[in-house]
């Protein structure tokens, strides 16, 4: 079945550190890939989206680039801020033929933790 | 007002009892989602329905039941609660015709079973 594996947290950084969360998934069909983030308290939003190969997806300064030779859709962020810390989620949705269908497979999330 | 509104946001109840958990959203999406969230597992899909005509058990539906009352609202139920209830619940909706598949959700209920 559809699977997400991400990197093993929690991840506690500095501010302006390099962040990467690792995601790896494997799919059938034409998986369209995800990053949620869930802030303390919170319920998820998404963060960003890649829906084909080779897509980079991007927005608040991550970055996460769709690699279908690799299975991967690994998070990226150049410096990271205090009000990045939070719970990042990797999710995938299978399309077929072109018809959606609409559910998300979620990895076990990751907790990032930034200090000033 | 939140697009996706789910009541109430933290209940705690006793082994057997029934509880009703509510979803309603505003955005006019047709599909919705209950998801339950634990610890190091990520969130699990339980019930999903793409229309009020349409309900379909997710990975983990025992315990579980559902009801789409209208478009606009989705409820699940713990028929007789346990223990191992005890999680995050999330409440989700997105649109078939945007076929992008993103998801927006609710701010969770936090469930205890004692």
């Known amino acids: 079945g559809d699977s997400v594996t991400q990197m093993e947290g929690p991840v506690t950084l500095s501010e302006e550190a390099f962040l990467t969360i690792n995601c790896t998934y494997t799919a059938t069909g034409y998986p369209s890939l995800f990053w949620y983030v869930q802030y303390p308290g919170e319920g998820l939003q998404l963060l960003l989206k890649?829906?084909?190969?080779?897509d980079k997806g991007s927005n608040k300064g991550f970055e996460a680039t769709y690699r279908k030779e690799t299975t991967s859709f690994h998070l990226e962020k150049g410096s990271v801020q205090v009000s990045d810390s939070a719970v990042y989620f990797c999710a995938l949705s299978v399309n077929a033929g072109g018809t959606s269908y609409g559910k998300l497979t979620f990895g076990q999330g990751t907790i990032l933790t930034v200090h000033p | 007002d939140a697009d996706v509104t789910q009541t109430p946001r933290n209940r705690i109840t006793k082994t057997g009892k029934r509880i009703m958990l509510e979803c309603s959203q505003t955005k006019g999406h047709d599909r919705m989602y209950w998801y339950r969230q634990d610890p190091g597992l990520g969130l699990r899909l339980i019930y999903y329905s793409f229309d009020v005509k349409d309900i379909n058990k997710g990975e983990i539906s025992d315990g579980y039941s559902v009801s789409r009352q209208a478009q606009a609202k989705f409820s699940l139920s713990l028929e007789s609660a346990i223990p191992n209830q005890t999680a995050l619940y999330f409440c989700?909706?997105?649109?078939?015709?945007?076929?992008?598949?993103?998801?927006?959700f609710g701010p969770g209920t936090r469930l205890t079973v004692l």
């Open positions: 890649a829906t084909k190969a080779d």
């Open positions: 989700a909706t997105s649109d078939f015709w945007q076929s992008t598949d993103t998801q927006y």
